[in-house]
């Protein structure tokens, strides 16, 4: 071992990843895709099993002062889901391990369960293990899934062609934005805790961080269509973010216009209270666990009267070349750091 140090937030995220991934060599005939997809994906004989892990960690991706135990459970699983959703796949088992410390009361982890327990129910899984351990402080819960797809009908990050339409599922940013009115709240409660919570007419952006759904629902309608993606990912890290993961691995460019911009209107209205800018919490807002993909232009007939479908762009030959199409005509890079207006 060389004595150099390198921090690691000198490589960052995907980074990290890259260097793991450059190390690691599948071996076997039935090891279809490992590392860079949302599922790993294996060879079943007539069919493809997806594989897939999710983390969430108190203190990085949930704050228990204002995250009932119950949603977190419940989003576990519909974030795993999701990775299943973006293969087009059918979620089938899940496991659970987790690790509690003594802060913990056996009706915590009930209630937790309660969530998890309701998720496997709306998503149509079976939690079929996990582990439990203790922990020094705070608690994780490590989901994993798998799930199934029919081998003509997988879709990759990894398959968008110049001229697809680009297509995302509901609306963005309302995750991020909830996340910031909960923590707002918060610092407000600390510093006053007889202050009542101002949250009145947020419930759609608080729902939107505490209860996510995995968008199985288009999964299924995008079938009935008779539509398959030419490639697929779910929005954890933001559309801006996702949608270069897109690019950099079909090898293409995109244009987004911002007027077609899917943004509910308390996402609008808290992101300009918060001084956040709406457009900016679209693009790099993470967590709304949407599906962003793409069709050939055929296929907008088909999908075109779903209302839970956008069209907001399409895919160019220019090599990662992405770009925001903004209301005043101006072509922006999209970046995953952020984006601004002053660029
Ligand atoms: P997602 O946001 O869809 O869950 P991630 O960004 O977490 O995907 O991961 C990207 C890819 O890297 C996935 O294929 C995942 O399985 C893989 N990956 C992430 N962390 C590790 C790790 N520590 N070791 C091996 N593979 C990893
Ligand atoms: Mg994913």
Redesign the pocket.
Known sequence: MADTRTEINSLGEFGL?QR?NKKIKTNLPDTITG????S?VIDLGDEFGLL?T?ILLEGVHFDLTFFPLKHLGYKAIAINVS?IAAMNGTPRQVTVAIALSNRFSVEAVDELYEGIHAACKDFNVDLVGGDTTSSRSGLLISVSVFGRVKKDKITYRHGARPNDLLCVTGDLGGAYMGLQLLEREKQVFMANPQMQPELEGKDYVIQRQLRPEARMDVIYELAEAGVLPTSMI?L??GLASDLLHICAQSGVGAIVFEEKLPIDEQTYIAATELNLGPVTAALNGGEDYELLFTVPQVSYDLIKNNPKISFIGYITDKKNEVLLHTNADNRIPITAQGWNREN
């Open positions: 990843i793991i590392i860079g997809d949302d790993a897939s999710d990775d779910d954890s890290d």
